[in-house]
T-cell receptor, first 110, second 117 residues
Framework: LAKTTQPISMDSYEGQEVNITCSHNNIATNDYITWYQQFPSQGPRFIIQGYKTKVTNEVASLFIPADRKSSTLSLPRVSLSDTAVYYC???????????FGQGTELSVKP | GAVVSQHPSRVICKSGTSVKIECRSL??????MFWYRQFPKQSLMLMAT?????????EQGVEKDKFLINHASLTLSTLTVTSAHPEDSSFYIC?????????????FGPGTRLLVL
């Protein structure tokens, strides 16, 4: 099974762009990469998903290099409300499960 | 769209009692739902996969007789914590994906906080 690795924590300031990188060396051909955001005492919230190259939506961008062994979540101009834990997940197509890694605790300061 | 609800949002019970947690997909049907448990400052841990009309499949180390799962319809899965003990106190979260959509995108419920005294 592919295991994801992310930085445990990151600090940023309001208005900055934040990039969180996740490594998934053993990703399989059909696996998708998905990022979730979780606030304390709430369920995770879907942010963005991709398979290769670049995906952009109204809240974030996801960059995936050609070898797909890593991915980078980019949050443009973060605000205090973006303080949360961000999880990078690889969907195991054969197992049909979403396995959560440790996540990255992002702290946005004024 | 794709809203998942959980009930109750929090529950306090005495040791030895059983607690039922409901997970509902409000605007879609789901043949599969997942149950997770999360301890403070830790990541979500997958407990089991709830399959509509059939038995749930449990992850290694999760006691199926203690955590009873029933998926009686395409919009409802229940998790019953039987003979709860203080170490079962945790945050329980369910997720589901709309029927016909790939399981790679899961929609999560708001979670249920269980405190066993």
């Amino acid at each position: 099974l592919a295991k994801t690795t992310q930085p445990i924590s990151m600090d940023s300031y309001e208005g900055q762009e934040v990039n969180i990188t996740c490594s998934h060396n053993n990703i399989a051909t059909n696996d998708y990469i998905t990022w979730y955001q979780q606030f304390p005492s709430q369920g995770p919230r879907f942010i963005i998903q991709g398979y290769k190259t670049k995906v952009t939506n109204e809240v974030a961008s996801l960059f995936i290099p050609a070898d797909r062994k890593s991915s980078t979540l980019s949050l443009p101009r973060v605000s205090l409300s973006d303080t949360a834990v961000y999880y990078c997940l690889v969907f195991y197509n054969q197992g049909g499960k979403l396995i959560f890694g440790q996540g990255t605790e992002l702290s946005v300061k004024p | 769209g794709a809203v998942v609800s959980q009930h109750p949002s929090r529950v306090i019970c005495k040791s030895g009692t059983s607690v039922k947690i409901e997970c509902r997909s409000l605007d879609f049907q789901a043949t599969t739902m997942f149950w997770y448990r999360q301890f403070p400052k830790q990541s979500l841990m997958l407990m089991a996969t709830s399959n509509e009309g059939s038995k749930a499949t449990y992850e290694q180390g999760v006691e199926k007789d203690k955590f009873l799962i029933n998926h009686a319809s395409l919009t409802l899965s229940t998790l019953t914590v039987t003979s709860a003990h203080p170490e079962d106190s945790s945050f329980y979260i369910c997720s589901a994906d709309p029927l016909g959509q790939g399981q790679e995108t899961q929609y999560f419920g708001p979670g249920t906080r269980l405190l066993v005294l």
